[in-house]
């Protein structure tokens, strides 16, 4: 028996030597970068006129739509992004993994506005419905939303590169 717990020492021994010690190293994560895909124009349903412009990025993938704004330190407040959605219906967003406050807007097929969600806080996993039926979201940095004078009923135009 002391034989066979001396080889079962052995065989530990020999493991222990021969298993690698990596340092702990920090996790480096890479900055996302803002690719410009498309433009986008809010015009104004009562005066028919300009309220703002946006160089955006598009998400509609999955993978795309899932991950949206998420781990971004800052967005230049002439950027946004604008998801497009398979179908017009009640729209579901959060702030899980997005570092930077959001104002959100919810937009028909007819490209209405139909609702917003205004100074969504980082982090928050709350669920930030569009309470109307929406096929397009718009994020925008928060405040931007009211300082631009935007409302439900203005129109959206966008083109992609």
């Given at each position: 028996?002391?034989?066979?717990?001396?080889?079962?020492?052995?065989?530990?021994?020999?493991?222990?030597?021969?298993?690698k010690t990596e340092s702990k190293q920090a996790l480096k994560?890479?900055?996302i970068s803002f690719t410009k895909e498309g433009e986008l124009t809010v015009m104004?349903?009562?005066t028919d006129s300009i309220k703002a412009n946006f160089d955006i990025e598009i998400a509609e993938t999955e993978y795309?739509?899932?991950t949206g704004l998420m781990y971004r330190k800052s967005m230049k407040e002439d950027r946004g992004m604008l998801f497009i959605q398979p179908s017009e219906s009640l729209q579901y967003f959060y702030m899980k993994n997005t570092e930077i406050p959001l104002d959100i807007i919810y937009i028909n097929t007819g490209m209405?506005?139909?609702?917003?969600?205004?100074?969504?806080e980082p982090f928050n996993e709350n669920t930030l419905p569009s309470n109307a039926p929406a096929k397009?979201?718009?994020?925008?940095?928060?405040g931007l939303?009211?300082?631009?004078?935007?409302?439900?009923?203005?129109s959206i135009t966008f083109s992609r590169n």
């Amino acid at each position: 028996m002391v034989k066979f717990g001396k080889v079962i020492l052995l065989v530990f021994a020999i493991v222990l030597v021969s298993c690698k010690t990596e340092s702990k190293q920090a996790l480096k994560t890479e900055t996302i970068s803002f690719t410009k895909e498309g433009e986008l124009t809010v015009m104004s349903t009562e005066t028919d006129s300009i309220k703002a412009n946006f160089d955006i990025e598009i998400a509609e993938t999955e993978y795309e739509t899932q991950t949206g704004l998420m781990y971004r330190k800052s967005m230049k407040e002439d950027r946004g992004m604008l998801f497009i959605q398979p179908s017009e219906s009640l729209q579901y967003f959060y702030m899980k993994n997005t570092e930077i406050p959001l104002d959100i807007i919810y937009i028909n097929t007819g490209m209405k506005i139909v609702s917003f969600q205004k100074n969504a806080e980082p982090f928050n996993e709350n669920t930030l419905p569009s309470n109307a039926p929406a096929k397009y979201v718009l994020e925008i940095n928060a405040g931007l939303s009211d300082q631009l004078g935007l409302q439900v009923g203005d129109s959206i135009t966008f083109s992609r590169n």
